[in-house]
C-alpha cells in the first residue's frame, strides 16, 4: 500500500506505520464496524469541503486520547487526507502520563517539552515537513479544542458512560480501548503501553486507508 507523503514520515514512524498496515488483519471485524463510523464522518466532511475535527476523549486525557490523536493526525498525513485537525481532551485535566509519551517516542515520534510544569506541553512531531501537535492535558471544551462540528470519540469505556452529552460534536464514536495504566509498576508495563500504541495506530491507520 502506497501513501502520497511516505518520503515525509520520520523514519522511525515509518517503520512502525509499515508494520501497523500488514497487521490490518488482526482488527475484529465488530472494531471494524465501529471505525468504519470515523471513517465515514471524516468522508462526508471531506466530500462537502469542509475541515474534519476530531476530538478524542478519555477521562484524564493522560494515555489514550493522546495517543488517538497523535496517530489519527499521523494517519491523514501519511494517507494524504487534507484538513484534518485533531485534538484530545478529558473530562479533567491532568498530564499527558510519561509513561504513554515513553511509548510513543518508541513508535517512533519525536516528542519534546515545551512548557514544563505538573501538566507539560509537548511539542510532537510524525513528519520532517508537517506542523508539529501541541499537545497536552486539557477538558474535551477547553477553548484550544473545537467547539462545534466535530466528531467526539470516546476511547475510555468510563468517559462513554459517564459522559452521555458532548456539546458542540456532530456526531459521537465509541471507540474504546483498555487502560494500560493497569499494569503501571508491573513486569508488564512496558509490553501493555507498547501494545496500546499499536493497537491505536493501527486502528486509526485502517480507518484512513479506506479512505483512498
Not at 508494520?19 to 462526508?44: N, Y
Not at 485534538?87 to 516528542?111: C, L, Y
Not at 458512560?161 to 494500560?180: F, H, K, M, Q, S
Amino acid at each position: 500500500m502506497s501513501a502520497i507523503t511516505t518520503k515525509q514520515t520520520l523514519p522511525n514512524v515509518q517503520r512502525t506505520i509499515d508494520r501497523l498496515i500488514g497487521e490490518f488483519d488482526q482488527i475484529p471485524l465488530d472494531r471494524r464496524v465501529i471505525i468504519q463510523q470515523l471513517t465515514d464522518f471524516v468522508a462526508r466532511k471531506s466530500a462537502a469541503g469542509e475541515h474534519v475535527l476530531l476530538n478524542f476523549i478519555c477521562t484524564h486525557n493522560s494515555r489514550r486520547s493522546h495517543i488517538a490523536q497523535i496517530w489519527a493526525q499521523t494517519a491523514a498525513h501519511y494517507f494524504g487526507i487534507e484538513n484534518v485537525e485533531t485534538f484530545s481532551g478529558g473530562t479533567e485535566a491532568t498530564a499527558f502520563n510519561p509513561r504513554a509519551v515513553k511509548s510513543m517516542q518508541d513508535a517512533g515520534f519525536n516528542i519534546t517539552i515545551t512548557k514544563d510544569g505538573q501538566n507539560p506541553t509537548y511539542e510532537v512531531r510524525y513528519s520532517s515537513e508537517s506542523e508539529a501537535l501541541t499537545v497536552f492535558s486539557k477538558k474535551y471544551d477547553d477553548d484550544f479544542n473545537p467547539r462545534k462540528d466535530f466528531a467526539a470519540i470516546m476511547t475510555c469505556s468510563h468517559a462513554d458512560e459517564n459522559c452521555p452529552l458532548v456539546n458542540g460534536a456532530a456526531t459521537r464514536i465509541a471507540l474504546t480501548y483498555n487502560d494500560p495504566k493497569d499494569f503501571d509498576g508491573t513486569v508488564q508495563e512496558t509490553a501493555k503501553y507498547t501494545e496500546r500504541v499499536h493497537e491505536i495506530g493501527r486502528e486509526m491507520l485502517y480507518a484512513f486507508s479506506l479512505l483512498k
